[in-house]
């Protein structure tokens, strides 16, 4: 239970001013007849998936991301990582380490808990950052958008392989919208302003459904 608690709590901790908690949330007990614990369950009830995109100095982001910017080389290469610095969902603030927390040490420890209980999805917390550095510019047609640049073009491929999706349908999900009518499927392209909002978008999407898959799994 302790170590599923521990990989929970890299996921909704950050540093919010002077405050730590980043949801609210309880833990259920259950017990059988002869008063042993039979079950727990964690009931989160509020995520700011905001934060996942967006922080203010001098806040940080949810811990996991931090963690993984300090794992070993062969992951980092794996992952495509580097300096916390580097990405554009941790770099709006300048907090990038807290006072007494080693991240080095916390990995250890957090994977030391993913090993206990035989589950890791740090591809997709990876992912997330390299989403988050994907830059639009404007397109040829009128308010349309394409990537920024060779740079733009890099951490887009890095989130595909991660994700394991197709390159051109993830780059027309940014950069259009999508609407049904009963007659007929229209395409309508988006501004950069726009598809800036809509990878945000899909990065807070993404993050909240891997909290929800670790506390169903755990």
Not at 52 to 62: G, L, T
Not at 79 to 85: A, E, F, I, V
Request: hydrophobic share 40%.
């Amino acid at each position: 239970m302790r170590f599923g608690l521990k990989l929970l709590r890299i996921h909704v901790w950050s540093k919010f001013v002077h405050f730590q908690s980043r949801s609210e949330k309880f833990v259920e007990i259950q017990f059988d007849k002869h008063g042993g614990i039979s079950g727990a369950a964690i009931r989160t009830y509020f995520l700011e998936r905001f934060r996942v995109c967006q922080i203010n100095d001098p806040e940080r982001n949810y811990h996991c991301f931090y963690l993984l910017c300090v794992v070993s080389q062969k992951e980092i290469e794996k992952y495509h990582l580097g300096n916390p610095k580097s990405f554009h969902y941790l770099n709006q603030s300048k907090c990038y380490e807290l006072a007494g927390v080693n991240d080095a040490h916390e990995y250890l420890a957090t994977r030391r808990a993913m090993d206990v209980v035989g589950m890791s999805k740090e591809e997709v917390t990876a992912a997330i950052l390299h989403l988050g550095n994907t830059e639009f510019t404007k397109g040829k047609e009128i308010d349309s958008s394409v990537l920024k640049d060779d740079k733009a073009k890099v951490h887009l491929k890095v989130t595909v392989e991660l994700l394991r999706c197709g390159s051109t349908g993830l780059e027309d999900a940014l950069c259009k919208r999508v609407m049904i009518t009963p007659d007929e499927i229209i395409k309508r392209s988006l501004d950069p302003l726009s598809a800036a909002g809509s990878r945000d978008g899909l990065a807070k999407t993404i993050y909240s459904r891997l909290f929800d898959w670790y506390k169903v799994v755990l």
